[in-house]
Nanobody
């Protein structure tokens, strides 16, 4: 019904920057909150940042001041600008969206993940 496709991952040296994008498509009436999560090897998936449909943002403490989440509602796309990257930011980054697929029915969807590797 709904597909989320991420792009923009890659390898960068510490202190560098990357920008992730996630585009939603399919049966979409409205997208509520969108967000980014990450999962490092051997660790649980954790929140990075979220943004509501009206632009209210929330960040995990470990990315505050370095990462910026934004969205383009016309394109059903969410972005994550990552600056001052650290080796501990290395993880697979996943996009998540809360999507109204029909009146009275909302589902949570995930992207396939994109690898971010930060070398020291």
């Amino acid at each position: 019904q709904v597909q989320l496709v991420e792009s923009g991952g890659g390898s960068v040296q510490a202190g560098g920057s990357l920008r992730l994008s996630c585009a939603a498509s399919g049966r979409i009436i409205k997208i509520n909150t969108m967000g980014w999560y990450r999962q490092a090897p051997g660790k649980q998936r954790e929140l990075v940042a979220t943004i509501t449909s009206v632009g209210i943002t929330n960040y995990a403490d470990y990315v505050k001041g370095r990462f910026t989440i934004s969205r383009d509602n016309a394109k059903n796309t969410v972005y994550l600008q990552m600056n001052s990257l650290k080796p501990e930011d290395t993880a697979v980054y996943y996009c998540q969206a809360s999507v109204v697929v029909e009146v009275g029915r909302t589902g949570t969807y995930w992207g396939q993940g994109t690898q971010v590797t930060v070398s020291s």
